[in-house]
Every structure is written in C-alpha cells, then in structure tokens.
C-alpha cells in the first residue's frame, strides 16, 4: 500500500513539472510555473522519505539542514545580476550528487560482491550516471568561473585542444563500453570518472563568455540526463521523469540559443569564439565598416529621449553588469509621463543566460506586456524615433546581415540600425565579449553615451527632469 501511494505521489509530482515548464515557457505564467515546480519536487521528496527502504533517518536530516543552510542564502541574497553564475553553481551541485551516488551504488555493489552479477543494464545506468554526472560537476565550474570573474572570459586555447578533447571523449566512452560487459573491473571504472572530469574542465575552458547561454542550457541537459540514469540505476520512477524532463528541455534550449546566434553545437564547444584570433579576423577579414564613434552628453541624449514619440530599450550584459536595471525602470516612467511610448527589445542570448534580461527587468518591476521579443519588434524598428542600446553588442551588430567575413554573419540580429535615431551607453570603444568590432557604433545615426550605464542612466534621469 505504501509503494503504491508513493508512486501516485511520483505521478502528481511529474504532472506539476510538465505544468511548471509550461507555465515557464511565458513571463506572465512564470511565477505560477515556479510554484508547480516548488510544489511538486516537494511533494517528491516526501514521498520518497516514506519509502521503506530506508533505514535511517539520521544522515538525511544531516543533508537537508546542510542543504536548506546553503540554499536559503543562495537564493535569496544572491542578486538578479548574479543569476547566470548561481545557475552554473546549482549544476555543479545536482550533477555532484547523481555522481556520488553512481559512485556509491558501484562501491556498494564490489563491497558487497555483486560486482559479477550486476546487470548490463544497471551498469548502463550507472555508467551514463557518472560520465555525465562528472563532466557537468567540473563544468559548471568552469562556467562558474568564467561568469563570475575568477578565470578570464575569453576561450583559454591550447595547441591541439580539440584532437585532446576528442581522445579523451572517445577514452572515457571506450570505458563505459567495457564496464558493460566487465563490471568488476574498478580501475577502469576510476579511470572514466578522472577521464570525465577532465573533459568537463578542458571542454568549457576553450568557450568564450559569449557562449554562456548555450553552454548553461547543455550542461543543464546534461544533469537533467545523469538524474535520468540515476533513477535508471535506483529504479526510481520520479527520477526518471524528472531527468528526462530536464534533459530534453536543456538540450530544447540549447538548440534555441544556438539558432539565435546561428552557431552550432560543434562551433560553439570547438570553435573558440571570442579567442584573440576571431577577433583578428574580424578585424581583418575585408566587408566591414571604417568610421569613427561619435560622442554625445547626457544632457543632449535626454533631449532626444524626452521628446520623441516611440522609443525601444535594448539592453544587454552591460545593463547586468552595472546593475542598472532599476534606473533604467526609472528612465522609462519619466519619459512615459512625457507621453512616449516605450518597449524593450528582448533577444534571446542577450546577457549570460536564456532569459537573462527579462528576469533582470522583472525584478526590477518593468511590465511584462513591454517586454517585446525579437520577431515581435524588429518590425517596429523603422517607425521608432530613438533606440536607447544598453550594453548590448553582438545582438545589433549589423555586420551579422552584411559582413560576410565577419564571425557573427548570419546570426539574427535585432534591427537597431533601422531606427531613426540611435543612441547607445557604452563603457568604452572596445570591443564586446566575442571581440567583433560592432557597425552599429559608426552608424552616422547612432551617438555614443560613454560610462558605466548606472552612472550614465543617472544622469540621463536628472537631465529628463530638468527638460
């Protein structure tokens, strides 16, 4: 009776989780996506502590105090700006655990001395579990690092990186393959957990911070897959679901990303984007633009602002990296008073992660019915009398539709360029993240605000009131 309560649990548990991405897949349903979420992993927990096989409480205890300790703070004084860093840290957290407990099935299983009669199957699962499990734990690290400052942004590239990275991939696959049929052989076993961890570090390590976005989604997938082999080897149905879900949507994601910026998984993980010999290329590759940036003060920039009729927001990394999401709140409720019509261009890789500035501007109260996407607003461009860029780059790059030689040709683009006036807060001349000089910035049309975009915001604020 309390197996099959605990099953029907599982059942409720995976019908919210369906309900959660879906309600995930809009801003307005989000929050209600996140409760049944919230609700139904909840309910799987408790359903799973009623199942008899456990034998002692006292360690599970242990781990959710450790873990509620931990998570509270992560979760709630971490700020928005700080997101895509927490996410890649949470990966490394959740892949841990399905490793460590692939790792504990095996050791429990040569302990015991069931090494011989362990089936195929099982070691299937286990040997999925791990191999995805260690890589994504290593990583998200990585990724981690890269995000939050500790190691540079840009790839880190070695003489025959990619024939490196491909021997051990196929050295790791050669020892889950002979784990199928030679379980009891350990070393081998300890062999392609080192071999995993290694291709997780020296995989993202090469990856530019320009290609965070798809490298957050596939590493997700990746978890979501190693929980999937996890509750293969436990023979856990929630698991199984839960991971499966996860994996699919990850993978789904990564997709999009990869779309969105016209790149493939085999360019984004190989192709060292944003490595100091792209740049060179882009440079130097002919078909580009040759101009100057032209500067403007905030006091004139507001003019512009407060007097146009229809105005679009882009904001990119640069608005995450100064936190400047709340004056840009502010900027917005000023120049509505002065009856403009103001939307925000949203494109999908814009900042760090999938979602990166709705989740910023959410926070910071900006309504979702003006958070426009990409399809939705480039046809608005040629009617729309300022376009106020905010740290974005790559993502208006007009060189993606008429350089050919450029590295970002043919990703889409948000149509900026199109506007009647163009005006972009930049901390500097130089390049963005993938180090792509940007035609945008020499568009007769466009002016150049310099400065951290909070500060320049908060000048932009004064000089709208004042106008």
């Given at each position: 009776m309390t197996e099959t309560l605990i099953q029907l649990v599982y059942l409720v548990s995976s019908v919210l989780f369906i309900l959660s991405l879906r309600g995930l897949g809009r801003a307005e349903t989000a929050r209600r996506g996140m409760q049944y979420a919230m609700l139904g992993m909840a309910l799987a927990v408790l359903a799973t502590l009623a199942n008899e096989q456990i034998v002692s409480y006292e360690w599970i205890l242990i781990g959710l105090i450790v873990g509620a300790v931990m998570g509270y703070p992560m979760g709630m004084?971490?700020?928005?700006?700080?997101?895509?860093?927490?996410i890649a840290f949470s990966h490394a957290f959740g892949a841990l655990a399905a490793t460590l407990v692939g790792i504990g099935e095996y050791i429990s299983a040569a302990k015991h001395g069931g090494m011989a009669t362990i089936s195929a199957g099982k070691m299937t699962a286990l040997g999925l579990e791990v191999l995805f499990g260690a890589l994504t734990v290593t990583g998200s690290l990585m990724a981690f690092g890269k995000l939050q400052g500790i190691l540079p942004g840009r790839p880190l590239t070695y003489p025959h990186q990619n024939?490196?990275?491909?021997?051990?991939?196929?050295?790791?696959?050669?020892?889950?393959?002979?784990?199928?049929?030679?379980?009891?052989?350990?070393?081998?076993?300890w062999l392609m957990v080192l071999i995993a961890f290694m291709i997780g570090i020296l995989m993202v390590v090469p990856i530019g911070g320009a290609d965070m976005p798809v490298v957050i989604a596939l590493l997700n997938s990746y978890a979501g897959l190693a929980a999937a082999a996890t509750g293969f080897a436990l023979n856990n149905?929630?698991?199984?679901?839960?991971?499966?879900?996860?994996?699919?949507?990850?993978?789904?994601?990564?997709?999009?990303?990869?779309?969105?910026?016209?790149?493939?998984?085999?360019?984004?993980?190989?192709?060292?984007?944003?490595?100091?010999?792209?740049?060179?290329?882009?440079?130097?590759?002919?078909?580009?633009?040759?101009?100057?940036?032209?500067?403007?003060n905030a006091e004139d920039a507001?003019?512009?602002?407060?007097?146009?009729?229809?105005v679009v927001i882009v904001p990119g990394y640069g608005m995450a990296v100064s936190q400047a999401q709340h004056q840009v709140r502010e900027l917005v409720e000023l120049i509505e008073k002065r009856g403009v019509e103001v939307r925000f261009a949203i494109h999908p890789v814009a900042g760090r992660m999938p979602g990166h500035m709705n989740v910023l501007l959410a926070e910071a109260g900006v309504p979702y019915d003006k958070l426009l996407e990409m399809d939705e607003v480039n046809p608005k461009f040629p009617e729309t009398d300022v376009a106020l860029v905010i740290g974005a780059n790559d993502v208006v790059n007009p060189a993606a539709r008429t350089?050919?030689?450029?590295?970002?040709?043919?990703?889409?683009?948000?149509?900026?360029?199109?506007?009647?006036?163009?005006?972009?807060l930049k901390r500097g001349t130089g390049a963005g993240f993938s180090g792509v000089e940007n035609d945008l910035f020499i568009d007769p049309k466009t002016s150049m605000l310099f400065g951290d975009a909070k500060d320049s915001l908060g000048h932009l604020i004064v000089e709208v009131k004042a106008a």
């Open positions: 004084w971490v700020p928005m700006t700080a997101m895509p860093q927490r024939t490196t990275n491909l021997v051990l991939f196929g050295l790791g696959l050669s020892c889950f393959v002979y784990l199928i049929w030679v379980p009891e052989a350990q070393w081998v076993f149905n929630i698991l199984i679901i839960a991971g499966a879900l996860d994996g699919a949507s990850g993978f789904v994601l990564a997709l999009v990303m990869s779309k969105a910026m016209n790149r493939s998984f085999g360019n984004v993980l190989f192709g060292a984007f944003g490595s100091a010999e792209v740049a060179a290329a882009a440079v130097g590759g002919g078909g580009g633009k040759s101009g100057t940036m032209v500067a403007i507001a003019m512009r602002l407060a007097y146009a009729q229809k350089n050919s030689a450029s590295p970002i040709y043919g990703m889409p683009i948000l149509n900026v360029h199109e506007a009647k006036s163009i005006l972009v």
